[in-house]
């Protein structure tokens, strides 16, 4: 089974997906008629991105875009971002989720438009429409049968993906929504690699499967010390940390000091979420690390010690990381950490005005260091 | 009236930026309260140092273009009000907001924007020039001098000086160790005198028009 095709097989079950292995960075990313979002261009992007703004305003949309074009030959990536949003599956008898994708819920195709270290692209994402049959099934109350009537109307039957990488052929995807599911009908390989994406999502805590999975490559690669290294900043008591199994489920143990290893999800929901992170980062094959509600969990006292430990991961492995927050000691918690890097961070609030547009105001350190200073909250 | 300085968002529609703590816990004092100031939030934009930095931090918040009609500046004159008149002009016009034509009167908008170099009428000077031209304390403010007289130095200038006086003054009252704005709170000055009831007269045709 090609690598791309698990993505979507139980896709309301994982927290994070593995892309494919990609060299560098996205550097720039144009969406248009994406769920929420009508129109916007991220520009001049960095080593860490924080996205802010208010509820609804785009800021998951964001990081989901990403995780598209990190990734353009995965149609069925689209089964797993609305899984994590907790949104009912697709399929032919079921379009809203699908369609939830197009803007206003509409017709129009999703236009993502890239500049990154895989070369950029387009990714046009295009609705398609035909006659299908609805069949709908009626009770008037609890002690008669039900029954059921049908009717023929327009319905969505899938989607196109057109994949117009810069100098590149195109490659074009099709997805078709059958009873229980999608089908798709992959048109080809590009040429360069796709950036990847390691998507943490703001649902749920961690999977702990995922970072076993990861934890057991930097053993096998004699890089866990670099992850312990990373995760002390969290909690300076970890000495070693043990991927394994109990009771056929995955599990990763602790070792704080104590008589015995702990499993490490009792070190908190916090500590798990970073150590995926981590783990994300360094090992995973996608160099987008890609995590809403970053703050998820973490205590204020180690966020800067988060931040430094991105940091420090950098030296190892290049990848970036693009992030939602709605937390103010998350964005202070900056001002320390980069004080020694300033140009690789970005903070960008979004907002979005009455009449649904929306804008972006950029924060680089300087501004925000000076925005803080003037008592000034930039969310 | 907002009355906490910790991470503020733009939460009224007439933003007033002042120089300093002495600055905004004196006006604070005075416009905490009355129903004329409840659309005034007062900032402060010492810890930056430039006007102009600020006007520009403020245009980025959220809600600036939707929420802000009036800005307002006011900031000592120092050594020279005549540099800081041009400051406070640059800050507006470099980050495209209307330019007043002089100090205390109000450019239309939008946002309105208007800007005072205190003492008003004086070509140097700082805040506390106005609270001893206020007459208020006229018994301790002769205590005052004489004290500056003993403490007194060369290489001191006249901003120093009314300082020490102010101070002086405060320290010699029934809350010894208050700040310059607890002591307005303590209605320790004559507000009411020209030379301060300018900076309210000017919040007030900021915040109405």
């Not at chain 1, 979002?37 to 990403?66: C, M, R």
């Not at chain 1, 943490?200 to 934890?215: E, F, K, P, V």
């Amino acid at each position: 089974m090609a690598r791309g095709a698990w993505l979507w097989q139980g896709a309301t079950r994982w927290t994070t997906m593995r892309l494919r292995e990609a060299r560098s960075m996205l550097r720039s990313l144009t969406i248009q008629g994406f769920r929420g979002i009508d129109s916007l261009e991220l520009s001049d992007l960095g080593f860490v991105n924080v996205f802010v703004g208010s509820n609804g305003a785009g800021k998951t949309t964001i990081l989901e875009a990403a995780s598209i074009v990190g990734n353009p030959l995965s149609p069925g990536l689209l089964a797993m971002l609305n899984g994590w949003r907790e949104m009912p599956p697709f399929d032919a008898n079921s379009q809203d989720g699908l369609q939830s994708f197009f803007h206003d819920m509409s017709s129009e195709p999703i236009r993502l438009k890239w500049d990154g270290s895989d070369g950029g692209g387009e990714l046009i994402i295009r609705p398609r429409w035909g006659i299908g049959i609805i069949t709908t099934t009626t009770s008037t109350d609890s002690l008669s049968p039900a029954g059921a009537s049908s009717s023929a109307s327009e319905r969505l039957q899938g989607i196109d993906f057109e994949y117009l990488p810069n100098g590149g052929s195109p490659i074009t995807q099709t997805m078709t929504l059958i009873p229980n599911g999608f089908h798709v009908q992959e048109g080809g390989t590009a040429i360069s690699r796709p950036l990847g994406g390691f998507y943490i999502h703001a649902r749920r805590a961690t999977s702990m499967g995922d970072t076993a999975t990861l934890l057991t490559m930097a053993t096998e690669r004699r890089t866990e010390d670099r992850v312990i290294q990373a995760m002390r900043r969290v909690d300076p008591r970890v000495v070693r940390l043990v991927p394994g199994y109990r009771q056929k489920a995955p599990i990763i143990l602790a070792d704080i000091g104590l008589r015995q290893l702990i499993p490490a999800n009792v070190l908190g929901d916090g500590f798990c979420r970073v150590l995926l992170m981590v783990t994300g980062a360094l090992l995973d094959s996608g160099r987008l690390l890609l995590v809403d509600e970053i703050d998820s969990g973490l205590h204020h006292s180690v966020m800067k010690g988060f931040w430094k430990s991105l940091l420090e991961l950098r030296k190892f492995r290049d990848f970036q990381v693009l992030c939602t927050t709605h937390s103010e000691d998350m964005l202070r918690s900056t001002l320390d950490a980069f004080e020694d890097s300033p140009d690789s961070l970005r903070v960008f609030r979004i907002d979005r005005s009455e009449s649904n547009h929306l804008s972006l105001q950029k924060y680089g350190f300087d501004m925000l260091r000076d925005a803080t200073v003037a008592g000034m909250d930039v969310r | 009236m907002t009355t906490e300085k910790g991470l503020r968002s733009i939460c009224k529609p007439v933003a007033v930026a002042v120089e300093g703590a002495d600055y905004f816990y004196s006006l604070l004092a005075q416009i905490d309260g009355p129903v004329e100031f409840a659309d005034v939030q007062l900032w402060d934009f010492a810890e930056i140092g430039s006007p102009e930095r600020f006007v520009q931090l403020l245009k980025s918040l959220a809600g600036f273009s939707t929420k802000i009609r009036a800005v307002g500046l006011i900031r000592d004159a120092e050594e020279s009000a005549e540099s800081k008149r041009s400051e406070l002009r640059r800050a507006f016009e470099r980050n495209g907001l209307a330019v007043p034509s002089q100090a205390g009167v109000i450019a239309a908008g939008p946002p309105a924007t208007g800007f005072l170099v205190m003492p008003v009428g004086k070509e140097s000077g700082c805040i506390e020039h106005a609270f001893l031209e206020s007459g208020a304390c006229a018994a301790s403010l002769e205590c005052a001098k004489a004290f500056l007289k003993c403490v007194d130095r060369s290489d001191r200038n006249d901003n120093w000086r009314a300082k020490v006086q102010v101070h002086a003054i405060i320290a010699a009252s029934d809350h010894p160790s208050a700040t310059l704005g607890q002591s307005v709170k303590q209605k320790l000055w004559n507000l009411s005198h020209p030379t301060l009831g300018v900076m309210l007269d000017f919040v007030r045709r900021l915040a109405w028009g």
